[in-house]
């Protein structure tokens, strides 16, 4: 028996409310809850701002990206509006679970005060705070006060959140990642003609990856000289960019950009370990999804995420953030010392159990138990 079916009888419903399903790590993991609790018995309906739907979903889907046509912002946005007013009066969700960001102090206080009641859950992805709490520190701190809970993804985010909005009503409940499936995905075949090489991965419509630094990095490593490759998976508007800097340093033959992947896990597993060059990060899935995949990572300590996943030189290696001469020691390091990265990959699987979708799906079950008590 769940922990869901003692506060009552009836069916769970719940809406997880998305910019889109797609490329992103919250998207990820909206994807990932929205398959376990339809898993376990919850009806689930997805409600999506942009059309644009590259991950797996459980449960029914909303797109509200279908009134976005021909430029018509202002229109746009009433109708997605009704849309949203309309669905919500009428499913009467149990819970509403928001993994959008929310920049705009006018409209989400609009959705606040009009359509979010007390059952409304919103999610914070990142330590960019205003992403989530809007560019009004005022707004910030008096938008959440009547909601039940406010979920952070890391325990830095949540602490953070406390001192700088003065909320208590604020815990921390790690994103999940499907271990099982990460396995089978691995297997798949993929064609990869370099030998040897390292990978990177993430979304390319900003800079906040530091792509740019990270093939500045490669390039003045050892690497090139030990004919170890560098895979950067993923897309978006400084793809071509990126691509044209690598041409210009005349290392096109060494540094791959290879586009969105749907499965990258095979890419992740014949890698020698997984970068991450972020200037900022929430609670990055990527490492427990490289770590998963069986490789060490190498992660800047950005101010929340990666020392909450890296045991250092234990599954991976943290880096002091913005040491970029750092991490190019500590990339010569791991590609020349076989003997420290075999030591690595022997705890890389295990360091992540803790994350399984089974293990964090069932505090956000409890988390939904309990607040069906107030």
């Keep these: 028996m769940y922990v869901y079916l003692s506060m009552s009888q009836k069916k769970l419903k719940i809406a997880i409310l998305g910019d889109t399903l797609a490329n992103g790590g919250a998207e990820r993991i909206h994807s990932t809850l929205s398959l376990y609790f339809v898993k376990h018995n919850i009806d689930v309906y997805n409600i999506i701002n942009l059309n644009d739907i590259t991950y797996p979903y459980g449960g029914s889907l909303i797109n509200l990206g279908i009134y976005l046509k021909n430029g018509q912002r202002l229109k746009a946005k009433i109708q997605r509006f009704l849309a949203l007013n309309s669905v919500l009066k009428q499913e009467k969700f149990d819970f509403i679970i928001d993994f959008r960001t929310r920049t705009k102090p006018f409209t989400e206080s609009i959705l606040n005060a009009l359509i979010f009641k007390s059952n409304y859950i919103p999610t914070v992805h990142s330590s960019n705070l205003n992403w989530y709490f809007t560019d009004n520190n005022k707004v910030g701190e008096k938008i959440y006060k009547n909601k039940k809970a406010i979920i952070c993804v890391s325990k830095a985010i949540t602490k953070t ?30 064609l990869v003609s370099q030998e040897s090489y390292i990978v990177a991965c993430g979304n390319m419509n900003s800079d906040i990856k530091q792509f740019d630094r990270l093939i500045d990095c490669y390039i003045q490593s050892k690497l090139p000289q030990q004919k170890i490759h560098l895979i950067i998976i993923g897309e978006g508007t400084q793809r071509k960019k990126l691509q044209n800097y690598v041409q210009q340093q005349n290392f096109d033959h060494f540094i791959h950009l290879i586009g969105h992947k749907n499965n990258p896990y095979p890419y992740f597993k014949k890698a020698k370990f997984f970068v991450l060059s972020s200037r900022l990060e929430g609670f990055p899935t990527v490492l427990l999804e490289a770590l998963a995949s069986g490789i060490p990572v190498i992660s800047f300590d950005c101010p929340t995420g990666p020392s909450e996943i890296i045991e250092n030189y234990k599954n991976g ?38 994350f399984s979708v089974d293990e964090i799906g069932k505090k956000w079950l409890k988390l939904f138990s309990d607040l069906s008590k107030y």
Excluded: C, G, W
């Design 161 to 190: 959140v406390k001192e700088q909005y003065k909320y208590q009503n604020v815990q921390t409940i790690y994103n999940p990642i499907d271990i099982l499936a990460i396995e089978n995905f691995t297997s798949e075949e993929v």
């Design 317 to 354: 290696i943290l880096i002091p953030a913005q040491n970029f001469d750092q991490l190019i020691q500590t990339m010569n390091q791991l590609a020349m010392n076989s003997n420290l990265l075999n030591k690595l990959k022997l705890h890389t699987k295990q360091s992540v159990e803790r």
